[in-house]
């Protein structure tokens, strides 16, 4: 044992040096950027939204003993989901999912606040590597990187690298991108700091995998966007990305309302991302999440305090045609915050995350082409557990895994039968 934690410690020590010798001098000293997540102030558009039939599904839950957040499937059988400061490997061969092991991030590991009642202490999204090696687990000031055949074992050595300038961008780090030759990530860093004049940033590492399975990064720097900066996706071509901000970029201050999706070029983000920013449309209400649709015409991005869902021409924002761009304006449930697609169907995780009453929880349910054509309102909700937050959709389509974050649960959805349910 002591031998192992020798060897964990000289691990981590080797990354950590790694990843701070890029560009050492161009920082300052770490007190001026260490910054600990705060409580962004949220100025409400709308509270609850007009009740919603329930959509009669088939469900099922699995308790999971802590808040989880993010999920992603490796394959039809082995899914995997941030649960507070662990990584739950998931059996999902059968409909009802169950918890095959649990990698919890080491007591001595710290990537971001030392608070353990903090939001900002736990895990939250994750990502896989497009050849599956690695998963990438973002939190506090960056990301942990697994080793997925580690992980999978439940082995205490399953951490292959960490990604993180200890604040110097911001923190509480929600989502990451990363490209499909795996060698760039994208961390979307929520909250600010003094390098980023308070306002979200996406931060960009150039990571390169070892012969031995360690994972370095090289820090590119950052792009500082709006205020509370979160959701990204990346255009068909993976040129462009978008990324959501909950206050725009060219606010005066965090108590605006009004949000933006600010559009990044891709290869100038890699190089230097400082000078990647291209644009931003505006976004409503405090815009959280995004995603493209399958055949990338379309995104679909999730507006918390407006209880709706904005559907945007994905070929003109990539192209900066302001007009006309907003193609669809859909009401959804209350505050919603995930968004999926299914299909031709969009799901919202409508999460009442503030808990106001005589609202309830679930996934609205829209149908894309009858959304697009101008139908709006009434869409039926599959009722869920408390604060349904993130998504993930099985590789046959037939599935979807629900992180209820207040609920301390996992469901499962079967949305195989949405086209024979859904009246359009």
Same mark, same amino acid.
């Given at each position: 044992?002591?031998?192992?934690?020798v060897s964990?410690?000289?691990?981590?020590?080797a990354?950590? &040096?790694?990843? !701070?010798?890029?560009?050492?001098?161009?920082?300052?000293?770490?007190?001026?950027?260490?910054? *600990?997540?705060?409580?962004?102030?949220t100025?409400?558009?709308?509270?609850?939204?007009?009740? +919603?039939d329930?959509?009669d599904?088939?469900?099922?839950?699995?308790?999971?003993?802590?808040?989880?957040?993010?999920?992603?499937?490796?394959s039809?059988?082995?899914?995997?989901?941030?649960?507070e400061?662990?990584?739950?490997v998931l059996?999902?061969?059968?409909?009802?999912?169950?918890?095959?092991?649990?990698?919890p991030?080491?007591p001595?590991?710290?990537?971001?606040?030392?608070?353990?009642? *903090?939001a900002? %202490?736990?895990?939250?999204?994750?990502a896989?590597?497009h050849?599956?090696?690695?998963?990438?687990?973002?939190?506090?000031?960056?990301?942990?990187?697994?080793?997925?055949?580690?992980?999978?074992?439940?082995?205490?050595? #399953?951490i292959?690298?960490?990604?993180?300038?200890?604040g /110097?961008a911001?923190?509480?780090?929600? +989502?990451?991108?990363?490209t499909?030759?795996?060698? !760039?990530?994208? &961390? *979307?860093?929520?909250?600010?700091?003094?390098?980023?004049?308070?306002?979200?940033?996406?931060?960009?590492?150039?990571?390169?995998?070892?012969?031995?399975?360690?994972?370095?990064?090289?820090?590119?720097?950052?792009?500082?966007?709006?205020?509370?900066?979160?959701?990204?996706?990346? =255009?068909?071509d993976?040129?462009k990305? !978008?990324?959501? #901000?909950?206050?725009?970029? #060219?606010?005066? $201050?965090?108590?605006?309302?009004?949000g933006?999706? =600010?559009?990044?070029?891709?290869?100038?983000l890699?190089?230097?991302?400082?000078?990647? %920013?291209? /644009?931003?449309?505006?976004?409503?209400?405090h815009?959280?999440r995004?995603?493209?649709?399958?055949?990338g015409?379309t995104?679909w991005?999730?507006?918390?305090?407006?209880?709706?869902?904005?559907?945007?021409?994905?070929?003109?924002?990539?192209?900066?045609?302001t007009?006309?761009?907003?193609?669809a $304006?859909v009401?959804?449930?209350?505050?919603p915050v995930?968004?999926?697609?299914?299909?031709q169907?969009?799901l919202?995780?409508? *999460?009442?995350?503030?808990? %106001?009453?005589?609202t309830?929880?679930?996934?609205?349910?829209?149908?894309?082409?009858?959304?697009?054509?101008?139908?709006t309102?009434?869409w039926? +909700?599959?009722?869920t557990g408390?604060?349904?937050?993130?998504?993930?959709?099985?590789?046959?389509?037939?599935?979807?895994l629900?992180?209820? /974050?207040?609920?301390q649960? &996992?469901?499962?959805?079967?949305v =195989?039968?949405?086209?024979?349910?859904?009246?359009?």
């Open positions: 044992m002591v031998g192992f934690l964990w410690v000289t691990t981590v020590t990354i950590t &040096i790694s990843l !701070f010798a890029v560009s050492a001098r161009s920082f300052p000293p770490r007190n001026y950027f260490a910054v *600990s997540p705060r409580a962004f102030p100025r409400v558009c709308a509270t609850t939204a007009p009740a +919603q329930a959509l599904v088939n469900t099922t839950s699995l308790q999971v003993g802590g808040r989880p957040f993010g999920m992603v499937y490796l039809e059988s082995i899914a995997f989901a941030t649960i400061r662990s990584v739950a059996d999902v061969s059968n409909f009802t999912p169950k918890i095959k092991t649990t990698v991030l080491p001595d590991v710290v990537i971001g606040t030392n608070d353990p009642d *903090s900002g %202490y736990e895990f939250h999204g994750i896989l590597t050849d599956k090696r690695n998963l990438y687990v973002v939190t506090g000031y960056g990301a942990v990187v697994m080793d997925v055949p580690k992980t999978i074992a439940g082995r205490n050595d #399953s292959a690298g960490l990604l993180s300038r200890n /110097y911001g923190s509480n780090a929600v +989502q990451i991108s990363i499909p030759d795996d060698k !760039f990530v994208f &961390i *979307s860093q929520e909250f600010g700091s003094n390098a980023t004049l308070n306002r979200g940033a996406i931060e960009v590492y150039n990571v390169t995998r070892l012969e031995n399975g360690t994972v370095v990064g090289g820090y590119k720097g950052f792009v500082a966007l709006g205020y509370a900066t979160v959701g990204q996706a990346f =255009s068909k993976y040129k990305l !978008f990324v959501t #901000s909950e206050v725009s970029r #060219s606010a005066r $201050n965090k108590n605006e309302t009004e933006a999706v =600010s559009v990044l070029d891709v290869e100038t890699k190089t230097t991302p400082g000078k990647a %920013y291209l /644009y931003e449309i505006r976004g409503g209400c815009p959280v995004c995603k493209l649709a399958n055949d015409k995104l991005v999730t507006v918390r305090e407006a209880n709706q869902l904005l559907a945007f021409d994905a070929e003109k924002l990539a192209k900066n045609v007009t006309d761009v907003v193609v $304006n009401k959804t449930g209350t505050s995930g968004v999926a697609v299914v299909g169907y969009i919202t995780a409508d *999460s009442n995350r503030f808990g %106001y009453s005589n309830t929880t679930g996934a609205t349910v829209v149908d894309s082409l009858a959304a697009l054509r101008g139908k309102s009434r039926p +909700q599959i009722r408390r604060f349904p937050r993130e998504f993930a959709l099985s590789p046959d389509g037939n599935t979807m629900v992180a209820e /974050y207040d609920a649960k &996992i469901r499962a959805v079967d =195989s039968s949405l086209n024979a349910r859904m009246d359009v």
